[in-house]
């Protein structure tokens, strides 16, 4: 007779909108199942729903919605099969405080209708992820601005306790963080280093090493000085076209210098190449053209891409009337010869060993392309005579 005049009083509650009062209750107005089981099934339009203050206790008990009775401590939602949707207190584990949201596949977590993180068995994906309230999460990993420790990698260490309870701690860590206009990456202590490399970490392939104490090593894992490299340096601002000096100046700073070579050329390579006057000849150990006029020649044999920086003729002009014209000649392997320096003449008359620099340089050598000579003439409309010649010509050069 009660669950008729129950069923009869649902009816007439929604045909009508009649309240409607269900007795035993408690003080709070709730309502008392003490032995049984109750369902309420509610069916119409979409947009029916129960309102008010509720409260359901389940004392060890599961709650299923759905179509199938839940089976653990949970309250469940299925569809009559093992794929269940549950959201558990898990008080039959040793911890009892653990709270369960557990789904048979995957759980997703949306706003509105975009997902911004998924959980399987394994994984936990998340879109963008903020730490410390930043402001804007425009990454997929954004900390706040402030200043300090962002990332440790182990926990801090008890440094005294009483009681078994500590007191303080160190915090010093392995770790990530950063200051005004400054990007950190340290160690705990002065014993630990900092290694980059490939691999995992358990097998890492390592490649530099910073160590504690400030010394970095490349390729070495034991760094003995603040730099300390196995294998060869390269410095493009110390590049060049063969072996230089490498040098410190005051502040430190490291500097290239060209090595410096020298050339000489005795008068014995001297020859006469044009078909005026007769051969050149050596006397009191000068080379110079035995009658009329024309030039001697000798040439210059440098390495490819040297620089030149000088050439000194040692000479004997002792006439009073002539002088000497010293220069450079460069002669293409296809072409014409051409001088590329200022002509460079003696003066006055004296009986001992003079010498003149010539100039027009530095020059670099381009042996892919010419060949080169130095020239030695008398002035124009003037002839050789025997008081004048070559004694040898020194040239200065760079690699």
């Known amino acids: 007779m009660k669950k008729t005049i129950f069923l009869l009083s649902l009816i007439a509650n929604a045909l009508y909108s009649q309240s409607i009062t269900i007795s035993p209750s408690g003080s709070d107005n709730t309502l008392i199942q003490k ?12 947009g029916n729903s129960l309102t008010g203050k509720s409260f359901l206790t389940m004392d060890s008990e599961p709650l299923g ?3 199938a009775n839940a089976s653990s401590s949970s309250i469940e939602f299925n569809n009559n099969s093992v794929n269940k949707y549950s959201i558990k207190h898990n008080s039959y584990s040793s911890f009892n405080s653990n709270f369960q949201l557990q789904s048979f596949s995957w759980l997703s977590f949306n706003s509105g209708n975009n997902e911004i993180a998924r959980i399987d068995s394994d994984n936990m994906t998340i879109k963008k992820l903020g730490i410390g309230y930043p402001l804007y999460t425009a990454f997929p990993l954004t900390f706040n601005s402030a200043y300090g420790d962002k990332i440790s990698l182990n926990d801090k260490t008890c440094t005294s306790s009483i009681f078994g309870s500590c007191t303080s701690f160190d915090e010093n860590h392995y770790g990530i963080g950063y200051q005004s206009n400054l990007f950190q990456i340290f160690s705990r202590n002065i014993d630990g280093d900092i290694a980059f490399g490939y691999g995992k970490s358990s097998a890492l392939n390592e490649n530099v090493r910073f160590k504690g104490n400030g010394n970095v090593g490349i390729g070495v894992s034991n760094p003995l000085e603040k730099l300390h490299v196995n294998g060869t340096i390269r410095s493009t601002d110390l590049a060049g076209t063969s072996l230089r000096t490498v040098k410190a100046d005051a502040n430190g ?8 070579k020298y050339l000489a050329i005795p008068n014995t390579s001297f020859v006469k190449i044009s078909n005026d006057g007769t051969a050149a000849s050596y006397f009191s150990g000068l080379a110079y053209l035995n009658s009329g006029v024309g030039s001697i020649k000798c040439a210059l044999y440098l390495p490819h891409n040297a620089i030149l920086t000088n050439i000194r003729a040692y000479y004997q002009d002792n006439d009073v009337t ?17 001088f590329i320096t200022p002509l460079t003449s003696s003066s006055g008359n004296n009986s001992s060993i003079q010498f003149l620099d010539l100039s027009g340089f530095p020059l670099t050598i381009n042996n892919l392309t010419n060949s080169y000579k130095i020239t ?5 409309g003037t002839a050789w005579s025997t008081f004048m010649g070559v004694s040898s010509i020194v040239v200065t050069y760079e690699e």
């Not at 032995?35 to 979409?46: E, F, N, V, Y």
């Not at 014209?325 to 002669?331: G, I, N, S, V, W």
């Not at 030695?376 to 124009?380: F, G, H, I, N, P």
Request: glycine letters at 8%.
């Open 35 to 46: 032995q049984g089981d109750a369902r309420l099934s509610i069916k119409g339009q979409p």
């Open 65 to 67: 919605i759905g179509l």
């Open 322 to 338: 002539n002088d000497l014209t010293f220069y450079l000649e460069r002669t293409p392997h296809s072409g014409t010869s051409t």
């Open 376 to 380: 030695v003439t008398q002035k124009s």
């Open 253 to 260: 700073s490291l500097t290239a210098e060209a090595q410096t």
